[in-house]
């Protein structure tokens, strides 16, 4: 039974607040918390604050005595995450004195992060062979209870934090790494099946954050990979000992082919600038040149008209369109486009962008609308 003090209400969850609970909170320890159920509501999170445990659940329960249930297949994969990381941590010491500062538990993956950037390659898998190496011997993880003082006698990976008082709780990997913890762990390394190294990065200027599976998850994403190898290998038409070597082909190849077409979006602008410029609707002395093709293209118009002293130039771009002028002010020619159609952008004196839907037709009415208003002679 878990004795519930108060319940209260939190946006569309309930709080139920008890002294003492089964329930393990979250982040205590960097590891997940349980999930289960009191009564018949379903425990959401578990938080731990000034001696109390809050349970948040999805609906109303009152207070007083309650049955409850802990997802007990939850807790084991916790403890497969949670042994792991002690076993990796332990391997960076022994591989290259290398130690972790913080650990966390998510949902998909467990990050621990190292007191030494940037770390070879090398390093993390020479780390990783000898942490499944331990898991592969099914070394036992024992559980030991002693008075704080007394905790020196083990070869702890690091000293007891403070805020532990009268008696410690050691883990032990056995004859590998020693502890002091209070989360969840397996009785034997071999539980964990497998602890994979998934990513790495630079963290906080000279941490690195590694990220790893371990159990279940490591199952998970292994098969997630192998399905994605082998969509790639059919898509690729091509083994997946080729396949490396393929997509760097391609993307080669890419590469060259975009340079090409690049090349020839430069030479068609520079063939129609003309063109365009020449077939340009006239309003109060300017000319608008307006372009609405391939993207490719129309970022070269601006280079071939751009130092056309009477033009303004109207270019369609990817949820609007790029403005361009010598001679009429383009920052304020936006305000006031902006006021009329509902658009939004802005720009400086010469260049600026708009975003909106509305078709070209009625971008240069508007434009023309505002040269014909301000046709007194002042720049707009």
Known sequence: MIVLEEVYRDGDKFVAVAKESPFYPDGKGGQLGDRGKIGDRKVL??????????????GEINPGEHDFWIDEERRKEIARQ???????????????????????MGEDFSTIDLNAAPILKEVLDESEQMS??????????????????????????????????????????ENFDWSACGGFHVSMTGEIGLIKIIDYEKVKG?????????????????????????????????????????????????KEKASRLDKLA?????MISKDLLKNAKECCGLKIVAFDGYEEVGKYIFKFIGDEENALILIKVPGGYEIGSKKVEVGKLIKKLNQLIGSKGGGGKSRGRIS??????????KIEELLVEESGGSRL
């Not at 999170?45 to 999805?58: P, T």
């Open 356 to 365: 909106t839907e509305k078709p070209m037709s009625l971008i240069i009415q």
């Open 132 to 173: 499944n190496k331990i898991v592969l011997e099914n070394r036992r993880v024992i559980e030991h209870i002693v008075d704080k003082y007394k905790a020196d006698k083990f070869p702890l990976r690091k000293p007891i934090s403070d805020k532990v008082k009268g008696k410690a709780r050691i883990i032990e990997v």
């Open 82 to 104: 949670h042994t792991a990381q002690h076993i990796l941590s332990a391997a960076f010491i022994k591989i290259a004195d290398i130690e972790t500062v913080s650990f966390h």
């Open 45 to 58: 999170r578990v938080l731990e604050r000034n001696g109390y445990i809050y349970h948040v659940l999805d």
């Open 266 to 270: 430069e030479e068609y602008a520079r």
């Open 206 to 254: 000279s941490l690195t954050r590694v990220y790893f599976v371990a159990g279940s998850r490591a199952l998970r994403e292994f098969s997630k990979l192998v399905d994605l190898s082998k969509d790639l290998s059919r898509m690729l038409t091509t083994s997946p000992d080729e396949m490396k070597s393929r997509i760097y082909n391609i993307i080669e190849t890419s």
